[in-house]
């Protein structure tokens, strides 16, 4: 085992992939130096500039020039360096490279991988560089969704989404880069599509994805100061969903809260709530409750910041409520 | 121009010529689902473009992309059952008349948001670039693409990492029903801008289809031979409106008459005659590609449409479209 932060955890598993695979490509904004959040750190160095290719701030040609090589057969790798930045590329990922292989009858697959920074986590990014954004996805027919909750899965997820044939996007959690975790040595490679089980309860279900997989295991701690035994569950992957591990716990538990980063407002959250209450309204003990940043635009100063993202305090809030409904 | 291969030219510009105005017919008809944008009068630039590309040589279009995936060879039956929603549609059905594709054949296909594909080009010339092969790929856009981000952002990346890519503008005057010269500061929507972007001023008659193949030929050698990309302005006229849905009644009657007489079709006959071809063989081409057309128009319409189930193959790359276990 060695000790790895998040962003060298991205790091290795895109060397890793380089190595094996020589399609295997890097596009981006500053890649070629190590990238912003040093997470393409040595890759040039290691694999030369054929393979590692610093961009213009021009997220269209990005996108684009990653879909293009894709149809040309390599593997690109291309870096949105905050997830936030998809707006100005979204007709690239959500109209031409989620919709290609189907709307050409399969005539061609699309094996790229879209990654980068996203997320609150606290450190006054605001409004447009600090957004939780699996939702713009998620609601996309073609996308497949990677939101690794700490270095082992961001190296795992990582090296799966680039040995996938359909385009991944892979979002990074920034407010975690720096922080440290074993990871396994040697290949390392975690399927999508397969939820972890953090932490086994029989009490009440925590399903957190990313940054809230951690906070959902806080709260779990606390809770079970208080005699409360809860389930975790950190999804991994919000496409392919395992629903099957989420209606496999609130079996156990009769009793869901769902913990995302970003608005509620028709957050991934919203289909983990209908999948329960279409699929286990049986086993249900009480309604589904929702944790979620708040329906606002991200504010900067710390205070108002606290105010609306997500907090263990909050999530053990919201699950005694849930254990507490009669 | 030498005669065989003006005549090969010739038929094949004949081809998209009938072909199209088969659709127009068919879409007056109601038998076409969905909207049909035709290549009429645009001919020459799809045809001299094409004849100078080579098997894994790539090509895009716009949703104006008939023409194109018809002069790199797609199979026409195939076309033409994409178009009427029957089997054996190159799409299998799931793209239709904006989204024309043949990978076989080098078309890696037809794009329906204005200017998308001037990336996507980059990339399949980037894949060229890494692998060392001498692949090139030719991208055809209208006038309006040059007012949009992704053309900016597509050239500046392909002079900047000197790509072995071709960016064609079409030129046909008009953005949808809006003249050209009203939304751009410049006379030339593309040749005023390549200078931008270090490339040269290139402009060609679009309706000639000898020069569209002299000077897109030299732009794709120069880019087999490593020396970067080319924007070419093809200057051109579209026959009939933006659509098939549109009479094109905003273009003054004169400017339409004047183009008519600069057909494409018009001129490459007038080029053949004057170098001996025979009047009567060239009405022959015409006649019996009219008729081929009308022949491939009823065995296609006499097709199935496409099993239902289709609609759920080919969301991922196992078949599958299950986002969920």
Known sequence: MAELTYRQAVAAALAQEMARDDRVVVLGEDVASGGVFKTTSGLCERFGPDRVWNTPISEQAIAGAAMGAAMAGLRPVAEIMFADFYATCWDHVANEIAKVRYMTGGQVSMPLVLRGANGSGGLGFGSQHGQSLENWAMCVPGLKIVSPAGPAEAFGLLAAAIRDDDPVLVFEHKAMYGRREEVPEGEHVLPLGQARTARVGGDVTLVGLSITAGICLAAADELAAQGIAADVLDLRTLVPLDATAVLASIRRTGRLVVVEENPGQLGWGAAIAALAAEEAFSDLAAPVARVSGGNVPLPVAASLEAEVDVSAARVVAAARAVLNHT | ?325
């Open chain 2, 1 to 325: 121009m030498d005669v065989p291969d003006g005549l090969e030219l010739y038929t094949r510009m004949c081809f998209l010529r009938y072909f199209e105005e088969r659709v127009d017919t068919l879409y007056r008809q109601g038998l076409i689902h969905g909207p049909a944008h035709l290549g009429l009068g645009q001919e020459a630039i799809a045809v001299g473009a094409a004849s100078v590309l080579r098997p894994g040589d790539c090509s895009l279009g716009t949703y104006r992309g008939h023409a194109h995936a018809l002069a790199r060879g797609a199979p026409p039956d195939a076309v033409l059952a994409e178009l009427l929603g029957r089997e054996g549609g190159i799409c299998a059905g799931k793209g239709g008349s904006m989204h024309i594709t043949s990978i076989e054949h080098g078309y890696y296909g037809s794009y329906a948001i204005v200017g998308a594909h001037l990336p996507i080009a980059c990339g399949l010339a980037w894949a060229a670039k890494i692998r060392l092969t001498e692949a090139v790929t030719v991208c055809f856009f209208g006038d309006g693409t040059t007012n949009i981000g992704a053309f900016h952002e597509a050239v500046n990346l392909a002079a900047v990492w000197r790509l072995p890519v071709v960016f064609v503008c079409e030129n046909n005057w008009y953005m949808e029903y809006t003249p050209i010269a009203d939304v751009i500061p410049v006379a030339l929507p593309a040749a005023d801008r390549a200078a931008a972007y270090g490339l040269d001023r290139v402009v060609v008659d679009g309706n000639d289809v000898t020069a569209v193949r002299r000077v897109i030929g030299d732009a794709v050698t120069a880019a087999r031979r490593g020396q970067g990309p080319s924007l070419v302005e093809a200057q051109t006229y579209r026959l009939k409106g933006h659509s098939a849905a549109d009479g094109g009644a905003y273009r003054p009657a004169e400017e339409v008459a004047r183009w008519r007489e600069r057909d494409p079709l018009l001129h490459a006959r007038a080029a053949l005659t004057a170098a001996g071809a025979d009047e009567a063989a060239l009405d022959e081409i015409d006649s019996s590609t009219k008729s081929d057309v009308a022949e491939l128009a009823r065995q296609v319409l006499d097709r199935p449409a496409p099993e239902p189930s289709g609609a759920w193959a080919d969301v991922w790359s196992d078949g599958s479209w299950q986002w969920r276990n």
